[in-house]
């Protein structure tokens, strides 16, 4: 299993989620750090972990590769060795038996149907203090699901009840890009059908891999923590203006590529959803809001004037 950290400027969160990573019990782990920051406080920090750890392998790029985090991750996608991958976002962090309970899905699957395993996952603040539980669906036993299903409930809910990065172990042959292009990544993680979205780089991920057909192991308990802090990507104006656009991208795409939905209705459906959900994800533009921002924002506002002509042919020539 080969653990992925990618890092950027918050050597305090990376080295709880380096520690969290190296107190698994799965014995049989790689650990990959991709740094990205502007300075050598996450390079100083981890000298100790790399001299005591064999298992640690650390790339110090002494500035953003790009993408916010994205590039750096595909980086260490590319790089790894392990048949099986986790992400481990810098800011989260893993409970000790996550990939122990997780793999042990994987080895019982002698027929390979299993193509994801996730569980739920816990919400904490800055101080590692827990929130509440940051699950979206929760059984109360571990729960397999026709990948298909998986892929259509999302679509249908327009939300990610599958996990984040880190709360997924995935194989990675199942992101393997056919015949890539001379000095592209032979593996690609943030794309669906062969497009990239713009914020997600999970869900995408996630129902890229589904589409094959494989099924998803849910477990029940919480096997992860996910971090709220002020700084995270996900509190960034342009990153929430694109996240809409995101979502109706997917629906979209699936459409197109005769994924997941049933017949034009399950599809018709998730516009009208997307449409009534626009309005809690939007916000007005504002005279000082960036040029980027504005656009975003105009984009939104374009599709949900075509929603409610119903004319859905127009609808997808705007999004795409």
Request: aromatic share 12%; glycine share 6%; charged share 25%.
């Amino acid at each position: 299993v080969s653990v992925l950290i990618p890092t950027y400027n918050q050597p305090k969160f990376c080295m709880k989620a380096l520690e969290s990573a190296l107190n698994q019990t799965y014995p049989n782990i790689e650990i990959l750090v991709g740094d990205d920051s502007t300075n050598e406080e996450t390079k100083n920090a981890i000298k100790p972990y790399l001299k005591k750890y064999k298992n640690i392998s650390y790339f110090f790029h002494g500035k953003p590769l790009g993408g916010k985090g994205g590039q750096n991750m595909l980086f260490l996608l590319n790089r790894c060795s392990g048949n099986f991958v986790n992400y481990l976002l810098h800011d989260d962090l893993f409970y000790p038996e996550k990939i122990s309970k997780m793999m042990n899905y994987y080895t019982q699957d002698l027929e390979g149907r299993i193509s994801l395993v996730t569980s739920a996952r816990d919400l904490i603040d800055e101080n590692d203090k827990y929130i509440s539980k940051y699950s979206t669906w929760n059984p109360s036993k571990d729960t397999t699901i026709r990948g298909h299903d998986v892929g259509r409930q999302s679509l249908f809910i327009l939300a990610n009840f599958i996990g984040e990065l880190t709360t997924v172990l995935f194989k990675k042959k199942d992101v393997a890009v056919k015949n890539p292009r001379p000095y592209e990544p032979a593996f690609l993680i943030g794309n669906f059908c062969g497009i990239s979205s713009a914020s997600y780089g999970d869900l995408d991920t996630w129902l890229n891999i589904l589409k094959s057909g494989g099924d998803m192991v849910f477990i029940a308990e919480s096997l992860s923590a996910f971090r709220k802090h002020s700084d995270q990507n996900g509190a960034d104006p342009i990153t929430q203006a694109t996240l809409p656009l995101d979502v109706v991208s997917f629906v979209i795409i699936a459409w197109l590529n005769n994924i997941f939905f049933r017949n034009a209705e399950d599809f018709y459906f998730c516009c009208e959803k997307w449409h009534v959900m626009a309005d809690r994800w939007f916000t007005p533009i504002a005279e000082d809001d960036p040029e980027r921002l504005k656009y975003l924002k105009n984009w939104i506002i374009k599709l949900r004037k075509v929603f409610v002509t119903k004319d859905h042919e127009k609808m997808i020539d705007i999004a795409i």
